[in-house]
């Protein structure tokens, strides 16, 4: 899908979101959850691609692909997770399995790694219309921070997450959690389209 996304895009605007690629329609949620992951993980070794090219060698459809990725994928897996996944977890978890303080950090890192996507979607941008990075050694120790700490939060939830999710939900938890995931496809999609 990444590489496909290079072929596509030339800017931002041309560029293949992989909404497509994780409908919930017809998939078991938390297998959905996993692919995106793998997803994630191909967005992590793109942005060390992209530090590792610095200054001189930048993939420019590769930096207009992550914008995409960083703006709209990875809020809408956290909306997944935060609207849907982590409540039913709550719901049905108890005080052994100790996910209160587990959910609280995840949801945490969430929103330090929103603020700083949104940091990299303004310099990947700008390297995407053939700007020059202005100080190459801090964009790459930014996205170094960034794809480094956004790698365990995917190997935790892994982990522990996706297989307690797995062993705690039960059918009822988990049709109304792929009822979210098309929700909010639907309203990440139809903002989209808006900007
Ligand atoms: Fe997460
Ligand atoms: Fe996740």
Redesign the pocket.
């Known amino acids: 899908m990444i590489r496909d996304q290079e072929k596509n895009g030339r800017d931002d605007e041309l560029a293949v979101s992989s909404f497509s690629l994780t409908s919930p329609v017809g998939v078991h949620p938390v297998e959905v959850l996993e692919r995106e992951h793998k997803l994630h993980e191909q967005i992590c070794d793109s942005l060390e691609r992209i530090a590792d090219s610095l200054p001189d060698e930048v993939d420019r459809s590769l930096c207009a692909t992550m914008v995409v990725a960083l703006r709209f994928d990875l809020p809408l897996?956290?909306r997944d997770?935060e609207e849907g996944l982590f409540p039913l977890l709550r719901a049905r978890a108890t005080k052994e399995d100790g996910v209160t303080g587990m959910l609280g950090q995840?949801s945490r890192e969430?929103s330090i790694d929103e603020s700083s996507a949104d940091e990299l979607v303004d310099f990947l941008q700008a390297l995407s219309k053939g700007r020059r990075a202005d100080n190459p050694n801090m964009f790459g120790y930014m996205l170094r921070g960034f794809f480094e700490s956004y790698r365990r939060?995917i190997q935790w939830?892994n982990k522990v997450i996706l297989p307690m999710s797995r062993r705690l939900l039960t059918d009822e938890d988990l049709a109304s959690l792929t009822r979210l995931m098309i929700k909010n496809r639907m309203r990440a999609n139809s903002n989209r389209h808006q900007r």
Request: net charge negative.
């Open positions: 897996h956290h997770e995840l969430h939060h939830e």
